[in-house]
């Protein structure tokens, strides 16, 4: 398994852009497909986006698409969420996860952050 520490959520206005980090810990982090997932208030967490070890796949959730884009680099140890566009709809905690062969479900994820808020008032 492999620890993992998001950040980069915060406050921002409807339309506008932040940044998520997940930075992993050990060496075996590009053997790793990444996820992100995000639990709005009341809601169960729900998939967002995932990228292959080798950053040759992407999938994001309809939702997202267009808007949200999931990058990673090896070398540091990092995957990224960039969010434009955003949404009141858009607010939740977003958790990165580890999974040896990735997919869309919870199920295929064994490593899990903390969560980092994301908030776009209405």
């Known amino acids: 398994q492999v620890q993992l520490v998001e950040s980069g959520g915060g406050l921002v206005q409807a339309g506008g852009s932040l940044r998520l980090s997940c930075a992993a810990s050990?060496?075996?982090?590009?053997?790793?497909?990444m996820g992100w997932f995000r639990q709005a208030p009341g809601k169960e967490r729900e998939f967002v986006a995932t990228i292959s070890w080798s950053s040759g796949f992407t999938y994001y959730t309809d939702s997202v698409k267009g808007r949200f884009t999931i990058s990673r680099d090896n070398a540091k140890n990092t995957v990224y969420l960039q969010m434009n566009s955003l949404k009141p709809d858009d607010t939740a905690v977003y958790y990165c996860a580890a999974g040896e062969s990735g997919g869309t479900s919870e199920a295929d994820f064994g490593s899990w952050g903390q969560g980092t808020q994301v908030t776009v008032p209405s």
């Open positions: 050990g060496r075996t982090f590009s053997r790793y497909a």
